[in-house]
């Protein structure tokens, strides 16, 4: 066994961690708490409107995560080409991933708009719960362009090893849409529509700050703004590994969703109200992933294979801690938290149940996103790719029979858990190992 790294060393990965993932924890979590805020606003019009925000809700996020390499990606190959020190083609590289983000974003509202009946269809919604989905995620298609902007523009500035500046848009988008949710809904009236209204205007604010701020990088680096079709197609291909990823992920959420929306109206607003405790959960255990990614590409692109595993070591143990406090802090406000989000009897006792399972499950999630992010980081999408899909694998005949035996939520996260288990078996296999520690500006 290797000796123990001076501890004057650990205090410095320690503080490079810490620099990055504090500011990124608030840039992470900003989405959910969008989400988060939506639903405590929505749920005061009721429980159909608040399960039609979950069904829309779910909709979103699988459309605009399935494009999450336009960060991700953008983060490692940023990173790279920063730790080999050509800062000219790191920024031309994440020019490339805002100008891919907007046209895959226009063909998304183009071909998302007449789908809308046919997707909540999809999602198992009740007569009760479909006509608020729809009218939310009518309006939500048109912030589709500027979510993946933000996505892109996120993942250049973390490879350029800077979170502060999305910390930044994060406050003052989350701020702008809460603002604007309660004018809308609770002041104007506007109902569900006036919840996505407030977002999409709120989310093309951010959007915006983002071009300004890589195109000024652009300016001071000397790379060029416009489109580049060889470009374009690198940002793309690049991206299948971690699409493929990220789509197993999806079915996951969806299928949970889809399960949630069959066991009834109250299941499904608890369900909601419980995954978006979920995703704040690990958008914040993200924020050391997102370290890790960071991290990562640039001590690999620095030739830095020692110091790329010795950060992996660190950041796993950073991992298992915050989730452990993250699961405390969960028991602790589960008796809170289900108040706050509805005034239906049922919708609460279904929360209080399933924020148990939500809870115990955090310190494996916190090592499981951290190891995802160090090898997203390493450029490891093609191993990442195929063991997230034997995880979704082994969901799918638990979640099919947590519906046929009427287990309930509790059965269902119990599912999710053993997802989760899957994932972190595979991926601490892969971090023992050498395969994923590939050095050089461009990973081959």
Known sequence: MAAAPPRRHLGARDREILRLAVPAFGALVAEPLFLLSDSAIVGRLGTAPLGGLGVAGQILSTLVYLCVFL?????????RRVGAGDLRAAVRQGVDGIWLALAI?????????????RLVELF?????????AAAYLRVSLFGVPAMLVVLAGTGVLRGLQDTRTPL???????????????????????GIAGSAWGTVVAQNASAAV?????????????????????????????????????????VVLVVGTSVAARMGDPQL??????????????????????????????CLGAADAAGARAATRRM?????????????????????LPGLFSADADVRHLLFSSLLVVALLQPVAGVVFVLDGILIGAGDGTYLAWTTVLATAVF?????????SGAGLVGLWTAIGLWMTTRLVTLGARARGGAWLVTGAVRD
């Open 316 to 336: 796993a143990a950073w991992g298992v801690g915050c989730g452990i406090a993250f699961a405390l802090l969960v028991l602790a406000a589960r008796p809170l």
């Open 124 to 132: 198992g919604a009740s007569a009760d719960v479909a006509p608020h």
């Open 210 to 250: 983002y071009v300004a701020v890589v195109a000024r990088a652009a300016r001071r680096h000397g790379a060029s703004v416009r489109p580049d079709a060889a470009g374009l197609r690198t940002a793309a291909t690049a991206g299948v590994a971690l699409l493929l990823r990220t789509a197993a992920l999806r």
């Open 269 to 298: 607003a608890a369900y909601q109200v419980g995954f978006q405790v979920w995703t704040l959960l690990t958008f914040a255990l993200d924020a050391i992933a997102i370290a890790g990614q960071a991290i990562t590409g640039r």
């Open 396 to 404: 799918l005949p638990a979640a099919l029979l947590v519906h046929s």
């Open 71 to 79: 960060a991700y990606g953008t983060t490692a190959g940023v990173a």
């Open 105 to 117: 974003g226009a063909v998304v509202v183009a071909a998302g708009l007449p789908l809308v009946p």
């Open 168 to 190: 930044l848009v994060s406050i003052g988008g989350f701020s702008a849409n809460l603002a604007l949710n309660a004018l809308f809904v609770l002041g104007l009236h506007w």
